[in-house]
């Protein structure tokens, strides 16, 4: 049974930082592409981005130059660290691999 748990949300004023984590379980971590979206209240979750197996990564171009995704094999974790957050960020984040979604962990960017 695939798990994932994200953590690391919270609020942060405009111009901050977080750091989200994701630890999986029940996948063989090393061989997975994994992914985070997010959606905002009112609208469709979307694409934020993603890090291959093979540690390539693709972004949103809204996040672009301000988000980084990483992962660590032997931990089993995925990790988005977002800079210079913005209003428009705040959403719930959620961490994926295919067929497989977490619970998700709030972000709130105050103006």
């Known amino acids: 049974q695939v798990q994932l748990v994200e953590s690391g949300g919270g609020l942060v004023q405009a111009g901050g930082s977080l750091r989200l984590s994701c630890v999986a379980s029940?996948?063989?971590?090393?061989?997975?592409?994994m992914y985070w979206y997010r959606q905002a209240p009112g609208k469709q979750r979307e694409y934020v981005a993603s890090?291959?197996?093979?540690?390539?990564?693709n972004y949103k171009d809204a996040v672009k130059g301000r988000f980084i995704i990483s992962r660590d094999n032997a931990k089993n974790s995925v990790y988005l660290q977002m800079n210079s957050l913005k209003p428009e960020d705040t959403a719930i984040y959620y961490c994926?691999?295919?067929?497989?979604w977490g619970q998700g962990t709030q972000v709130t960017v105050s103006s």
């Open positions: 994926s691999t295919p067929g497989s």
């Open positions: 890090i291959t197996s093979y540690g390539s990564t």
């Open positions: 029940g996948i063989i971590f090393s061989r997975n592409h």
